[in-house]
């Protein structure tokens, strides 16, 4: 074995830990893997907790996933690994994990694509949902494969996350990137919303990825449109134009006015763009009270 190939095992390994200790993945879910060579794959062994792995677990493969060496099976999900390092010769690490708020936006349906975070945008740009595919089947990379060649991190529908790098750790920090971001989003969307930032300052962060030395997949779309076909070729960011501002309320994508002065619940209801009316806790209360008042008139 070389020192590489020892490393990698390695890396695998301490990954594998920290999703189980952060709670990113349970059970034996999760998988990782990563390029040994031109010919060889190293992954993570189906049905063991990646908590409590070692590194004489791990399984080598070939490109079509057939196995070379190791004692177990290789992951279940090997296939939607090997779809996107089909898509992506400048990876070299694939992780997959069910990290519990990134999941929650998956589930309910709603990609991570606002411009919040600047750490965000310079590191990942955009986090698309890739639609529902059964996990193990040939559904899950044929999903995937829509959106790999233009982001590097994905939720996956009903199912968790996948991200990618140029190696273990790379795939791993992307990984926790995602999860930090869906956290910071509920907690602002709980709190009424969004302050987004502008198009021109998005742009700007963007320009900042070859400075630290992050490259990015794919550019932003020019044309929302263009990130909507059989395989996306660049990122959707939901960011407003705003040639003054670099930070806009959402109220600039959802229609919702800004909030305060009228004391009226009915002017501060948000219509999403899917045409779900959605409400704060507050707004619910105030629109319930002003009903109440209005039967006892």
Known sequence: MTKVEEQIRADIVEAGRRLYARSYVASNDGNISARLDEKRLITTPKSVCKGFMTPDMMVIVDY?????????????????????????PDISAVVHAHPPLATGFAVAGIPLTRAVLAEVITTLGSIPIAEYGTP????????????????DGMLLANHGAVTCGTDVFSAYYKMETIEHFAKISLVARMLGGENLISRDEVERLQGLRGFYGIPSPAPLCADPAAGTGDQVVCQVLEAPDSPDERLVPDTALSGRPERGGTGDARGSMSASRDGEIRLTYGELTALIADAVRTLKD
């Open 64 to 88: 079509d996933g057939r196995k070379l060496s190791g004692a177990r099976d290789a992951s279940t999900e090997l296939p939607m690994h090997l779809e996107i390092y089909r898509n992506r």
């Open 136 to 151: 193990s089947t040939k559904e899950l990379p044929d999903a995937v494969r829509k959106y790999i060649k233009a982001h």
